[in-house]
């Protein structure tokens, strides 16, 4: 296992930057997720570990060596990408083991290597195919094989599972995990799909225009994120944004909605106390649907608010029905149990968790 460490690293395209001074820390044997909208980046960074990309300045150490100026095959990793880049020709088996032929290992080492991961990945049964006789699944399965057989010390994915429905993310997450669990390889991996970064990760890079914005476990990215951006791109449904006034009149409020149809939003005593003398500061309020529920339908607890508005849409998902509502002109998500969903149009009485509220500065974005 080796770890990876950037120091100030930058890349510039002609005059656009595109990684903007970036500092990260990868220990042995995690796995790292960098997740991010479109265009923030991350595969960019990630072809800058490899070597397919060159620096514009900063270093780059694998295993505590400087690897700025080596080339990909020398730097001890293997990367899977998005697409599985198979030769059409060539069986499962040669695929898998071309690399070590053209290196001109011995044909026994390949068959060994074979032996060890075909199991592993449950490709076995496949071996002496083609790969247009495979599933996508099959194929990503292969793609892995061969980036596994080299047995380096770094493995890189960039987005190795876009191209699947989504039935089979699900299925080769957890495939990609188990694997993770059983060599205990450093890993970085890309993706787009929040989710996929937090069912994966012990850390979560999240990434937004070159820079990282918040790097941490995937519980705290998700409970404690340290500003709207993070707070908005980490989550499904994303949390709720209400924009609002901070009003410390008899305690301390957000003040959120229309003036005819004001809802004051109740601060819990440690938040109240962090934003004491800031009366009239404009924020924004975060609220996760999860927090969002049917008022009575859970036992009772400290801080909860309740209010009641009209049920905008009803989006059942099985396991629980999400209620679209409005505030301000705003639509927001409750995550409610299905038996206590009401049709669109009725009043429903919400009942907030306000110990798990955010808030954020609304000129800043920085988490108060």
Sequence with gaps: MSDIRLDAIWKKFGAT?????????????????????????????LNLISGLETLSSGNIFIGGRRVNDVPPRDRDIAMVFQSYALYPTKS????????MSVRHIPRQVQDAAVAEFAGLLHIEDYLERKPAQLSGGQQQRVAMGRALVRKPEVFLFDEPLSNLDAKLRIEMRTEIKKLHQRLGKTVVYVTHDQIEAMTLATRIAVMEAGHIRQFADPFTVYDDPVDLFVAGFMGSPPMNMIEGKLRQDGGSFVECGAPDALLRF???DAMARRVAGRDGLQVILGLRPETIFAAGSELPGPDRFCFELPVAVVEPTGPDTMIVFEIGGRDLIARVRPQDARPQGTRFRFEVEMRKAKLF????GLRL
Excluded: M
Excluded at 32 to 43: F, N, Q, T
Excluded at 92 to 99: E, H, K, S
């Design 17 to 45: 930057e595109v990684i903007k001074g970036i500092d990260l820390t990868i220990d042995p044997g995690e796995f790292v997720v960098l997740v991010g909208p479109s265009g923030c980046g991350k595969s960019t960074l």
């Design 92 to 99: 499962v088996r040669d695929n898998i083991t071309f690399g």
């Design 266 to 268: 109740p601060l819990p």
């Design 361 to 364: 500065d609304a000129t800043t």
